[in-house]
């Protein structure tokens, strides 16, 4: 996976209306800083300070009850501060 730059916007299309937990699996080993948003924030928004101690150590970082409608939504991972990350994993709730 290439590095992530400043910020990375991905779209999504949901099928039925739901709920999840989403989990970002992210490492650094001091100071990293991270915020997940949903809609240009008019659905949900949140800031993450990672401090795993190894670049390598993945965590997980959850934004919970994120309440999604039927279509399409914007989630945008915005990088504030040197971080890496894993994966992201939508939780149904």
């Not at 959850?62 to 914007?74: A, Y």
Request: glycine share 4%.
């Amino acid at each position: 996976m290439p590095p992530l730059l400043k910020t990375d916007v991905f779209l999504y299309l949901y099928k039925q209306k739901t709920a999840y937990d989403i989990k970002v699996y992210a490492a650094t080993p001091k100071n990293g800083r991270f915020s997940l948003s949903f809609d240009n924030g008019n659905q949900k928004s949140k800031e993450f300070h990672v401090e795993t101690g190894e670049w390598q150590k993945y965590e997980p970082f959850v934004m919970e009850d994120v309440k999604l409608t039927q279509g399409k939504h914007v989630m945008t991972l915005n990088i504030a501060n040197a971080v890496n990350i894993d994966r992201i994993e939508f939780v149904k709730k």
